[in-house]
């Protein structure tokens, strides 16, 4: 899967501070302390999985942070 594109500063510094960009091309979550660094196993929806792409966090992450199911 391919990350959703950011500036380049920005998408940087994500990748300094939780390797966002490795993440997502190894079809894992972002490493801790943002998410938990497990491989991805699937999404509820389109939506989560396009959260994905834009943030990097599994489904469990995205439901921690965001007060999901």
């Known amino acids: 899967m391919e990350?959703?594109?950011?500036?380049?500063?920005?998408?940087?510094?994500?990748?300094?501070?939780?390797?966002?960009?490795?993440?997502?091309?190894?079809?894992?979550?972002?490493?801790q302390p943002i998410g938990c660094g497990e491989l991805i196993t699937g999404f509820r929806d389109e939506l989560s999985a396009h959260e994905y792409r834009i943030s990097g966090l599994c489904q469990k992450c995205q439901d921690e942070l965001f007060g999901g199911v």
């Open 3 to 31: 990350p959703i594109n950011k500036s380049s500063t920005i998408a940087d510094l994500l990748e300094k501070m939780v390797g966002r960009t490795t993440a997502i091309q190894g079809n894992r979550c972002v490493r």
